[in-house]
């Protein structure tokens, strides 16, 4: 996305009514109205992918010996997990010389290897600025591979033709990674849309390893909005970010500074709460593909020479991203058979929401939440091996519960000026800690931390007091 709002309007567009075409859960007694809040609710599109049948599907005429039906051959030949390697470039690049769309299957061999694997969809929507759709659906099921490429609401312009196939790398890394073992998240080709041309996008796919597992992503992206959410059995997370506002977007080093801060916050809270490296760096990267790329809004240093205009204080004292709400949470474990009220778990979210209060006041707030849990030897030289034995339960158990905001408020004269600028921050932490010895409680302890600041800058003196009494 490419942010076009001059920054000057920043203030105006804040502080009028807005405009939200987007899914906002309201709340009638408050009067602030916040961002957006992007819900993946357009449907499901894998159940329609899920019944095209390979043996009973005719091939687009002229296709049935080319290099696209043998990659399907070569593809259908091989491992499931690999039924989609280098299809989904294919058929978007081969949108250029078929723009009505493409049918195409490949039969399997029948055998009861073949039947034990899971089926496997994926379903790819586009949109176009001028309305029309092409979806792309690919299925591996026991009778084998098939995939259908389809144009609907019009005939593609060969600009938009283009630049759907432009979106073909994109498209293929992103099947690589949910295919690869262990899985990845490469979706950060497909946020970048030509809006001209390109109004969405909407990705779905499963490709769970065995009919018993689970992993579904579901991904959207438009000019005004991404959302992704992904799970598996190990884990669930769900992101979205709200780009209807693109006049709230600071500079890009802005956001760089603040994608690296809340990194650093993720990390911190990982490391506190003993959460898996692995997924969390999966559910960081899909953050940082959602928050980056999408355009800022650069002020003039020549400006500045002198004195800051209005708009430079009103953009350096918010984060410089896009609104955002992002969770993630790990299936949670009962390692101890002694004791499996004992979880491990790892749950943690974060936001930044920028409302309109009051016709003078506006508010960038932020908000991290961390919940876990964990068991750790009493002698870190020994590994957890928790068995029913009283010999191996010698260790301490972790509950972490934190919590904590930022706010940062604007408040406005009736000319539109920042006149002051107020900052609170607060923090709520509570940590229990139970030790055991051979299975005997030894020691519990409860550490709560709390935490309030609050300070104001007065930017402007509307009137000065003039204090007459006399002095001697």
């Known amino acids: 996305m490419q942010v076009r709002s001059p920054l000057s309007t920043t203030i105006n567009s804040l502080l009028a009514p807005r405009v939200q075409p987007l899914q906002v859960t309201h709340n009638k007694s408050a009067a602030v109205q916040p961002s957006a809040i992007v819900s993946l609710n357009n449907g ?8 095209l049948n390979p043996a009973k599907t005719v091939n687009t005429a002229g296709l049935d010996h080319s ?47 073949q039947a034990r694997q899971p089926d496997r969809a994926v379903a790819l929507t586009i949109t176009t600025a001028s309305g029309i759709n092409v979806s792309l659906g690919m299925t591996r099921n026991q009778n084998g591979l098939v995939v259908e490429l389809k144009t609907e609401g019009g005939e593609l312009s060969e600009e938009e033709t283009a630049a759907i196939a432009g979106l073909a790398d994109a498209f293929q890394s992103a099947l690589d990674g949910v295919s690869a073992e262990p899985p990845s998240l490469n979706i950060q ?5 030509d809006s001209t041309l390109l109004k969405a996008v909407d990705l779905q796919t499963d490709v769970r390893k065995d009919a018993d597992s689970i992993q579904a992503l579901k991904l959207h992206a438009d000019s005004s909005a991404r959302a992704l959410s992904y799970k598996t059995d190990a884990v669930a997370f769900d992101l979205s970010t709200d780009l209807s506002h693109p006049e709230t977007v600071g500079s890009y080093g802005q956001q ?24 969390i760096d999966m559910f960081r990267n899909s953050f940082m593909a959602l928050n980056s790329r999408y355009g800022s809004n650069e002020v003039d240093n020549r400006l500045n020479i002198i004195t800051r205009t209005n708009d430079n204080i009103v953009q350096e004292n918010l984060s410089g991203l896009a609104d955002y709400s992002a969770n993630f949470k790990q299936a949670d474990k009962s390692p101890n058979p002694f004791r499996k009220d004992e979880r491990d778990s790892f749950a943690y979210s974060s936001s930044q929401r920028t409302e309109r209060g009051t016709a003078y006041n506006l508010t960038q707030k932020t908000t991290s939440h961390l919940q876990a849990s964990y068991h750790q030897p009493l002698d870190r030289t020994v590994p957890l091996a928790l068995t029913l034995e009283a010999s191996s339960q010698n260790y301490s158990y972790h509950q972490i519960d934190e919590r904590s905001a930022a706010e940062t408020t604007l408040a406005f004269n009736d000319k539109g000026d920042v006149k002051s600028v107020t900052n609170a921050t607060e923090k709520h932490n509570v940590e229990t800690v139970k030790k055991y010895n051979a299975g005997r409680l030894i020691e519990e302890s409860r550490t709560p931390y709390d935490d309030q600041q609050t300070s104001t800058r007065a930017l402007i003196v509307d009137s000065l007091k003039v204090d007459h009494r006399s002095s001697r």
């Open 44 to 51: 499901n599109a894998l159940p329609a992918v899920y019944s």
């Open 189 to 193: 080709g497909l946020m970048d849309l």
């Open 67 to 113: 290099q696209l039906s043998i990659l399907m051959s070569t593809n259908v030949r091989g491992a499931q997990a690999d039924a989609f390697q280098g299809l989904g470039k294919a058929l978007l690049e081969g949108l250029t010389d078929h723009p009505q769309g493409i049918t195409l299957s490949a039969v399997a061999e029948t055998g009861e290897a």
């Open 256 to 279: 760089q500074q603040a994608l690296a801060s809340w990194a650093s916050q993720l990390d911190s809270a990982r490391a506190r709460g003993q959460g898996d490296k692995n997924l």
